[in-house]
T-cell receptor, first 112, second 114 residues
Framework: DAKTTQPTSMDCAEGRAANLPCNHS???????VYWYRQIHSQGPQYIIH???NNETNEMASLIITEDRKSSTLILPHATLRDTAVYYC?????????????FGKGITLSVRP | NAGVTQTPKFRVLKTGQSMTLLCAQD?????MYWYRQDPGMGLRLIHY???????AKGEVPDGYNVSRLKKQNFLLGLESAAPSQTSVYFC?????????????FGDGTRLSIL
């Protein structure tokens, strides 16, 4: 699996949009970009994933650059409950052992 | 709908003791996984299963065994616990490995080996 690079931490104000960047410059054509988050003392939670088109669901939006070398997760209206570690993961669909490789992620702190 | 349930939530063992961690899912998922999470290491895959009666090794399988006798359950065993196995263990499941089927995680088992 390709590696990803994320800042160590960031913060944003409650109610504002949180834009979390991720670099994946060595991503290959069959690899998807996934985002998970982990709130303290809980298991990882799936947020969103995409291949090359922008994606949106009830939790967030995922913007992938045209060259696919980077992406941004957008939480449109951050709340205090969004404080968590966010993991950007690239994953190939090469079979049942296509595992999720979690790095260190980015710690998002939402301030009141 | 409970999702993925792990038991126990906490456990303290002495070196050399054995124990089994239980993972149960009620989503009729085919695929199940065991990860461990250590400070500064992210999550690492221990073993996984692609269906009832099947298991396979992940990236850090040594010292662990698994069984998938029933589709809804995935057991992780430590035959002779070592301090290096002190960790938080997460179980996950998914319908398949296809891209539109994300993994759903339990809330973890915190295991300390003295």
């Amino acid at each position: 699996d390709a590696k990803t690079t994320q800042p160590t931490s960031m913060d944003c104000a409650e109610g504002r949009a949180a834009n979390l960047p991720c670099n994946h410059s060595t991503i290959s054509g069959n690899e998807y970009v996934y985002w998970y988050r982990q709130i303290h003392s809980q298991g990882p939670q799936y947020i969103i994933h995409g291949l090359k088109n922008n994606e949106t669901n009830e939790m967030a939006s995922l913007i992938i650059t045209e060259d696919r070398k980077s992406s941004t997760l957008i939480l449109p209206h951050a709340t205090l409950r969004d404080t968590a570690v966010y993991y950007c993961i690239v994953r190939a669909l090469t079979g049942a052992n296509s595992k999720l490789t979690f790095g260190k992620g980015i710690t998002l702190s939402v301030r009141p | 709908n409970a999702g993925v349930t792990q038991t126990p939530k906490f456990r303290v063992l002495k070196t050399g003791q054995s124990m089994t961690l239980l993972c149960a899912q009620d989503m009729n998922h085919e695929y199940m996984y065991w990860y461990r999470q250590d400070p500064g290491m992210g999550l690492r895959l221990i073993h996984y299963s692609v269906g009832e009666g099947t298991t396979a090794k992940g990236e850090v399988p040594d010292g662990y065994n698994v069984s998938r006798l029933k589709k809804q359950n995935f057991l992780l065993g430590l035959e002779s616990a070592a301090p290096s196995q002190t960790s938080v263990y997460f179980c996950a499941s998914s319908y398949s490995w296809q891209h539109n089927q994300p993994q759903h995680f339990g809330d973890g088992t915190r295991l300390s080996i003295l």
